[in-house]
């Protein structure tokens, strides 16, 4: 889905894009830092305009018990800035999304997804996520990055995000920036690579500010920070050593720790101490969704299965998985590429003309020959395109399958010019699943647990729904070492399958 660069520019969130976040040893010198006094007329305009854009390509607002606990904590936190004593004045909004994403634009709109809120242990720390963000509007950063998202535009950024990924620093790239991560959901991401070390400095120290004077812990900050930063490892190990294509909140710090210290360091100069409210925190997590949403499909290791389109493919040894609202994304070194759907009336050749056209924009890019086949039963055409770019040639396939004489689904893959077999085994992978594959997929829920005697970190890692890497999550969800001793009556999470 097209978004507008103006959107891109309001965004001013912690979503973190290659290149972006602090970009050297964190220091924690306070200054005074200039705010803003209240939020403008015009500025509530731009984000009632944006918001509803915001909710579809993020899944919508979060549905259940959740949404109204995350609502009061942001407002709390909200008003501490100063933009307005109201707290009426903000729009607190729990997002139905599996990313680790925090973010806020103009006009009192303040958003958090539900895969963050499940990494938290306590309301302090949802509160310090949300004042870090709150403290990006107030200071104003994303006026600040206005005019060079106006100058750079989200298609540009992303054409330069691919080319780091096969090599290319421009020309075509550019021009195909749509083809990849196009949802609001990454250009909310990407959206931070203006974002300098000043400025998430200025956003730690106001975030810590608005913890005190809410009367949270100041240290809850350096705490959701360290976790954070133990999920993004975690994410990487377990997509073999690469991240997801766009890595998450607070992944693009090259030192962590570094940034975890200074946020410690800050809560130390305004005095430690204040609520946690940790058990009010584990009640409202309790049950949140966990992960993808089966309505929008899910990754499963090297597999993406949707059961309401009934369909699954698996990509290639090394590459990771993005699940969009409208489309999924896949990246490694060997290329990009994205499975999506468009209009079809049954005609395969306007399909992937119409598909080329829509990413190539000024390119022009036109299939000189379309080959037809079968995969796993379900008739598909194909046809790659090579094109110029600065740096050199590239290779555009569109791969389509006809699922009914109105129904369509394609990949779109963008590589190095001779490389275009690279995503051969995706291509031949695509098949329908059988009713009893659809009914058995489950969603994953939070499941707040209240440890009894002779438990252990092990014990409770092995209820974990997951084949891989029990162990490790649960300590990255509870934030936990592996030799921790817990204690009887002690609240953890465990991720369980729920009925769909």
């Not at 400025?199 to 810590?208: K, M």
């Not at 490694?332 to 999506?340: D, I, K, L």
Request: charged share 15%; net charge positive; glycine share 12%.
């Amino acid at each position: 889905m097209t978004t507008t660069i103006a959107l891109a520019a309001l965004v001013a969130g912690c979503a973190t894009a290659a290149g972006g976040g602090l970009s050297g040893p964190a220091d924690a010198k306070t200054k005074t830092i200039r705010t803003a006094s209240s939020i403008t007329a015009a500025e509530r305009q731009q984000g009632a305009e944006a918001h509803p854009q915001l909710l579809q390509e993020f899944g919508g607002a979060y549905a259940g018990p959740q949404a109204a606990y995350v609502g009061r904590v942001g407002q709390t936190i909200a008003v501490q800035s100063g933009l307005s004593n109201a707290r009426g004045d903000f729009t607190v909004t729990l997002l139905n999304s599996p990313v680790n994403n925090a973010f806020a634009i103009p006009g009192g709109y303040i958003y958090v997804t539900r895969q963050l809120m499940a990494l938290m242990n306590d309301e302090a720390e949802l509160a310090g996520v949300l004042g870090h963000e709150v403290g990006h509007v107030a200071a104003q950063h994303s006026k600040k990055r206005q005019k060079a998202a106006t100058r750079n535009s989200i298609l540009g950024v992303l054409g330069a995000v691919l080319g780091s990924a096969i090599g290319d620093n421009g020309g075509l790239l550019g021009s195909l920036g749509g083809l990849l991560q196009n949802n609001a959901m990454q250009v909310a991401q990407l959206a931070t690579l203006g974002f300098s070390r000043s400025q998430e400095l200025e956003a730690d120290q106001l975030g810590v500010r608005y913890l005190k004077s809410a009367g949270y812990d100041p240290m809850a900050l350096s705490t959701v920070l360290a976790s954070l930063a133990n999920q993004t490892n975690l994410e990487a190990k377990v997509a073999g050593g690469d991240a997801r294509s766009i890595p998450e909140w607070a992944s693009t710090h090259p030192d962590p720790a570094s940034r975890v210290r200074n946020a410690q360091t800050l809560a130390s100069r305004v005095g430690t101490g204040g609520v946690r409210n940790a058990d009010a925190f584990m009640a409202a997590v309790d049950g949140v969704l966990y992960g993808d949403d089966p309505a929008q499909g899910i990754v499963e290791g090297r597999q993406f299965l949707h059961p309401d389109l009934r369909l699954a493919f698996t990509v290639p040894n090394g590459y990771g998985m993005q699940n969009g609202t409208s489309a999924v994304s896949v990246s490694g070194n060997g290329g990009q590429a994205q499975f999506s759907t468009a209009p079809y009336s049954g005609d395969m050749n306007a399909y992937i003309a119409s598909v080329l056209k829509a990413i190539g924009g000024d390119a022009n890019l036109t299939p000189s020959a379309i080959q037809r086949t079968t995969v796993n039963g379900i008739p598909a055409s194909y046809t790659t395109v090579r094109a110029n770019s600065q740096s050199g040639q590239v290779d555009v396939t569109v791969f389509a399958y006809e699922f009914a004489r109105n129904n369509a689904f394609h990949f779109v893959a963008l590589t190095k010019a001779g490389g275009a077999g690279t995503f051969n085994s995706m291509f031949g992978s695509l098949r329908r699943l059988s009713a009893s594959e659809a009914a058995a997929i489950r969603p994953r829920r939070v499941d707040v647990v209240t440890v009894r005697s002779g438990d252990t970190v092990a014990s409770l890692a092995r209820r974990m729904a997951y084949s891989n890497y029990q162990a490790e999550r649960f300590q990255v969800l509870n934030r936990l070492a592996a030799n921790s001793r817990l204690t009887p009556g002690q609240k953890v999470k465990i991720v369980t399958y729920a009925s769909r």
